[in-house]
């Protein structure tokens, strides 16, 4: 589909260290796959799990995960999380449902746009995908939180301008903020996303908040800065 593009800010997701390699990933409105099968690529993780609403970008996914080879590697569940709980028994669901406690990295780059604010898109895919609902982003942290096992980290991009909002709502799903970094597009710009790293609150003993050093997506003329080359190989060709 036309809205699958694959940005250097949803791929840095597939690269958060601390995931634990060689364990098993679950990318909460997974799109069209792009960090889950990139953390596939990249050797993150033995196994990934992707849940999406739109039936052609899970389709699409599949056909991503089976062209790479990885069909026994990349599993998919398609629902709204809004609506459905992923983790009950007996969903009329395409695969089984999410195991609960059992994933090392949770990633999710939910929609964060107000319905009204700026233009919306035509395309029930590109609008689903960019505005969100009232219960969007609370959703995501609560699917993060009951999906995580023990020592599992929850990585989230999202709107910088939202910091605080995004912050709340991880608190309330009872996850604690441990790293935040912030995104700009060119040398000199203002951050225009932050990918935070949260953990389950009962099991972070006494660990502390810090900022990462910000990253620079691209160079003054344009060209991917070498970093961002480094952390995502997929971007190189």
């Not at 609560?142 to 929850?154: D, H, M, N, Q």
Request: aromatic residues 6%.
């Amino acid at each position: 589909p036309g809205c699958c593009r694959v940005a250097a800010e949803s791929l840095r997701l597939a690269t958060l260290p601390g995931g634990g390699r060689n364990g098993k990933w679950l990318d909460i409105g997974t799109g069209c796959g792009v960090v889950a099968l990139g953390a596939l690529c990249k050797g993150l993780c033995s196994e990934a799990w992707g849940v999406g609403r739109e039936p052609a970008l899970v389709k699409a996914a599949r056909e991503k995960a089976r062209r790479l080879g990885f069909e026994r590697h990349f599993h998919t569940v398609e629902a709204d999380i809004t609506r459905i709980n992923l983790f009950a028994q007996g969903l009329d669901l395409e695969e089984a449902a999410l195991p609960a406690g059992d994933f090392g990295l949770v990633l999710a780059n939910p929609p964060f746009r107000s319905p009204e604010k700026g233009r919306i898109s035509q395309s029930p895919l590109r609008r689903n995908a960019l505005f969100e609902d009232r219960d969007t982003l609370a959703s995501f942290c609560a699917v993060a939180a009951r999906a995580l096992s023990p020592e599992g980290r929850f990585g989230v991009l999202y709107d910088a301008a939202r910091r605080d909002f995004l912050l709340e709502k991880l608190t309330d799903a009872g996850l604690t903020p441990l790293r935040l970094l912030s995104v700009r597009a060119l040398p000199g710009k203002t951050p225009f996303r932050i990918l935070v790293e949260a953990r389950l609150r009962r099991y972070i003993g006494d660990r502390r908040f810090r900022e990462e050093e910000l990253l620079t997506i691209h160079n003054s003329d344009g060209t991917l800065r070498e970093e961002v080359l480094e952390f995502c190989t997929l971007l190189a060709v």
